[in-house]
Each structure stands twice: as structure tokens, then as C-alpha cells.
């Protein structure tokens, strides 16, 4: 039985990345915890006191005002690492 020859070709090995660690920025996770409480209070506050000064002038709109708050916070949570 004849020999198998040996092999010509390298073995293919992927070139060396470094690979580095992406980090958040420090401001980010206070924020996005921040924006998810003011959202939830802003619409706890609104059914709770609908007459107050500031919060009664703007009726429904304030149900957009906290899920804004609450979206922004989630928007924010994609970017934390």
C-alpha cells in the first residue's frame, strides 16, 4: 500500500482580533432606572391625584408624558453593557 502523501497547505487559522470589552457609560444605568420612576410616578400621580395644579391641565396627555418617560428608559436599556 502506497504512503498518503503529507499535507502542503497550512491549516487555516483566523487571524487574531482583540477583542475589547465594550463598557457602558457610568451615567447610563442612573438614567435609565431614573427615567423608568419618574415615568411610573408621573402616571401613579396622575391617578391618584388627577385635580393637582399642574398635573389636571394636562389630562390625558399625561399618560404619553409617563410612557415617553418609561419608552426612554427602555430605549437606554439597549445600549447598557
Not at 1 to 7: L, V
Not at 15 to 40: C, D, N, T
Not at 44 to 53: E, I, L, R
Amino acid at each position: 500500500m502506497p504512503k498518503s502523501k503529507a499535507r502542503k497547505k497550512a491549516v487555516y487559522t483566523p487571524p487574531q482580533m482583540s477583542k475589547q470589552v465594550k463598557v457602558s457609560p457610568r451615567w447610563l444605568a442612573p438614567v435609565m432606572v431614573a427615567s423608568w420612576i419618574i415615568g411610573i410616578l408621573w402616571i401613579s400621580v396622575y391617578y391618584v391625584a388627577p385635580n393637582a395644579p399642574f398635573i389636571g391641565t394636562l389630562e390625558n396627555w399625561n399618560l404619553l408624558i409617563g410612557f415617553a418617560f418609561i419608552i426612554f428608559g427602555v430605549v437606554l436599556s439597549t445600549r447598557w453593557r
